[in-house]
């Protein structure tokens, strides 16, 4: 398989103004992609990088995470948005979690290995979105009264206030939580081909105590890993 090149380096996108007052250090950092097929089942490069993964993270080394910087540093940003981090686990966290109780990182389809892989080489949490659904730049801000989660008909409601990832136009995720139904990327069957050719939107959040040298790690690890050719 043959992937398109990468189209967008890293930028920062916006963060509204009583957000930034409120929550100073935090940054969204967006790259676009153009994908061969972001569905389909993942090269063996990228299977052999999971396998190694799931070596060298041990049990041992799952229970010191929260005494590494970068995942201590979304804990404590956790808290102050009001996620209780034991309860609301962060995606490292969550991935760990998975990883103890699976036995390994298993494979599921390219994207999903990306995003795993680049989050656990580098502990920032990195999100998808389909490019095609997606109306001007990327930034963060609280949701308005009546507002929902995305545009399409069956989008779920947001609470008045709530931290969001928007575009121009609406909410498009919630901060370290759902991204909205109708801006999922097409991922097709992967076991039957995936969806073919499309752009995705990446985007993964700065916090205090986590630098941008880590935050562009992340998406540049997932910018080439989805690049290939494979």
């Not at 996108?13 to 972001?38: F, H, I, M, N, T």
């Not at 308005?144 to 136009?169: K, M, N, T």
Request: hydrophobic share 45%.
């Amino acid at each position: 398989m043959e992937a398109a090149a990468v189209n967008a380096e890293p930028t920062s996108g916006w963060c509204e103004q009583a957000v930034e007052r409120e929550l100073p250090g935090l940054r969204l950092v967006r790259a676009r992609a153009a994908v061969a097929d972001p569905g389909c089942a993942s090269p063996p490069a990228v299977r052999a990088r999971l396998r190694e993964l799931s070596n060298r993270w041990t049990g041992a080394h799952a229970i010191g995470l929260r005494q590494r910087p970068v995942p201590a540093a979304y804990r404590v940003f956790y808290r102050h948005i009001g996620l209780d981090p034991d309860v609301v686990r962060t995606p490292l966290e969550e991935a760990m979690l998975a990883r103890m109780f699976q036995g390994g990182f298993h494979s599921g389809h390219l994207l999903a290995d990306v995003l795993l892989i680049a989050l656990v080489d580098t502990g920032v949490p990195v999100w998808a979105l389909d490019a095609a659904m997606v109306e001007g730049p990327l930034g963060v801000r609280a949701s308005r009264v009546g507002e929902s989660l995305g545009r399409s008909p069956d989008a779920p409601p947001l609470a008045a206030g709530q931290l969001v990832v928007a575009d121009a136009h609406s909410a498009v995720a919630v901060l370290f939580g759902q991204l909205a139904p109708g801006h999922l990327p097409p991922l097709g069957g992967h076991a039957s081909g995936g969806h073919g050719p499309c752009e995705l939107e990446l985007f993964t959040l700065q916090v205090p105590g986590v630098t941008a040298l880590h935050v562009e790690e992340a998406l540049w690890a997932c910018l080439a890993m989805l690049e290939g050719p494979w």
